[in-house]
């Protein structure tokens, strides 16, 4: 059976121009363009799906948006940003959660996919699993072939439009930012190894550390969660600043140390990344990275919907925030 990604390969056009000639897109192809790929179509035979057809003229006004928690305060940011972008365009956001299982993420684009949603937005970190990532991007690819549209946050990956964060030199402008304010003994909650934005945060952090010559931070891996922090803060040993590499961790550690009378800047200083919104009522105020997460996801929704060819990467750098969570050490 003759697929899109023949006549595309037949034609030397990209599978995206091949779909909008073939599938009845409204958006504009060059008249040379068009002949290539019409011809082809004709020299192998093909014949267009009707379903794709519809799917690539737009008729539907549903997005499918699928999170990795969404009960942690980063997905429901991002959510709320993409959510209001959509309402913009007099589109409806339907909303699947992974519990962070991969499986589960590459299972819901095959059942968006089927449904023929006009685009498809995936929020949260890549796994450090090349096997997995690549049957996601097939899974992608073959939603793609059928007109439809598709958009990430967090690693640039899996050859779609991306926004990514910045998360290594985030970390590294926090861990630096710290140790002019005199801490040298460092720790890092940094979460579970697999999962690279986690791994991204706690690297960026350590190798600044190293480069400004102080001892390498100890590392203590754990969930990506309040509970990993709470239960990692209590494996942070002499440590004068804790850094963990999300928000919710931090405020788990926060309640690990009131919990035992560690008082947080007075025995230890926290710092966190994201800058949630609950932050606004967390006592003491966190110090974090902040990341525009709502813009973020409203961003992400644009770029699904635009109609560029070639996949754009828009890098977001994060912002340091000291607040009351971190004291001066030292003299």
Do not use: W
């Not at 040993?237 to 804790?242: E, F, I, L, R, Y």
């Not at 931090?250 to 609950?278: C, H, K």
């Amino acid at each position: 059976m003759v697929t899109l990604e023949d006549v595309a390969k037949q034609a030397g056009v990209s599978l995206a121009t091949a779909s909008r000639v073939l599938n009845g897109s409204t958006r504009q192809v060059g008249a040379d363009l068009r002949a290539r790929v019409e011809r082809a179509a004709d020299e192998l035979g093909y014949r267009a799906n009707v379903a794709a057809q519809a799917l690539a003229r737009g008729a539907g006004n549903v997005i499918g948006l699928v999170v990795h928690d969404l009960t942690d305060p980063y997905f429901a940011a991002l959510a709320d940003g993409a959510m209001r972008a959509a309402a913009g365009e007099g589109l409806l956001v339907m909303v699947g959660t992974t519990h962070r299982d991969p499986e589960q993420e590459i299972a819901y684009v095959a059942t968006l996919n089927a449904q023929r949603v006009r685009a498809v937005l995936l929020a949260g970190s890549r796994v450090t699993d090349a096997e997995v990532t690549a049957r996601l991007r097939s899974e992608l690819a073959r939603y793609q072939a059928g007109g439809g549209r598709v958009a990430c946050v967090g690693q640039d990956l899996l050859g779609v439009d991306t926004i990514a964060p910045a998360n290594r030199a985030g970390a590294a402008a926090l861990a630096r930012a710290l140790a002019e304010l005199g801490h040298t003994r460092f720790a890092v909650l940094a979460g579970p190894p697999h999962l690279m934005t986690a791994a991204d945060r706690c690297a960026g952090f350590v190798e600044a550390v190293e480069e400004l010559g102080l001892p390498t931070p100890h590392v203590v891996h754990g969930p990506f969660d309040r509970d990993g922090g709470y239960q990692a803060a209590i494996e942070t040993g002499d440590a004068t600043c804790v850094f963990a590499v999300n928000d919710v961790m931090a405020v788990g550690a926060l309640a690990a140390y009131r919990e035992r009378g560690i008082r947080v800047p007075q025995d230890v200083s926290v710092a966190g990344f994201d800058d949630i919104a609950t932050l606004r009522d967390q006592v003491p105020a966190l110090t974090t990275v902040r990341l525009p997460l709502t813009d973020m996801g409203a961003r992400a929704l644009e770029l699904a919907l635009g109609e560029g060819e070639a996949p754009v990467v828009e890098e977001i750098t994060g912002e340091v925030v000291l607040r009351e969570s971190v004291r001066r050490c030292g003299p």
